[in-house]
């Protein structure tokens, strides 16, 4: 299993940015897929999840700002991102829970950076 992820970068407090974040492979069923972040020198935190039923979890303080949202094939899982702030500074991380033949593993994509300037 892989999970690529895409779109971060550079922007301005107030600015927008999308994330994307693609699973291929092979397995039985994807339980959950989501987006935690890891800020320099803090833990990495949940920012967001979706599960298979359609269960959306955010982190409080992206509620409001951040939507969670998935194709129609649920394999790829997008977060957008409005009313950035600098504390949102941070690598971003796709994360799904999967089922295969072997059991319920996490995955982890590579990380995107998002900076955001004040």
């Known amino acids: 299993v892989q999970l690529q992820a895409s779109g971060g970068g550079l922007v301005q407090a107030g600015g927008s940015l999308r994330l994307s974040c693609a699973a291929s492979?092979?397995?039985?069923?994807?339980?959950?897929m989501g987006w935690y972040r890891q800020a320099p020198g803090k833990q990495r935190e949940l920012v967001a999840s979706i599960t298979s039923g359609g269960s959306i979890n955010y982190a409080e303080s992206v509620k409001g700002r951040f939507t969670i949202s998935r194709d129609n094939g649920k394999t790829t899982v997008f977060l957008q991102m409005n009313s950035l702030k600098p504390e949102d500074t941070a690598v971003y991380y796709c994360?799904?829970?999967?089922?295969?033949?072997?059991?319920?593993?996490?995955?982890w994509g590579q990380g995107t950076l998002v900076t955001v300037s004040s």
């Open positions: 492979g092979s397995w039985l069923s994807i339980i959950s």
């Open positions: 994360n799904a829970l999967i089922i295969r033949w072997s059991g319920r593993s996490d995955y």
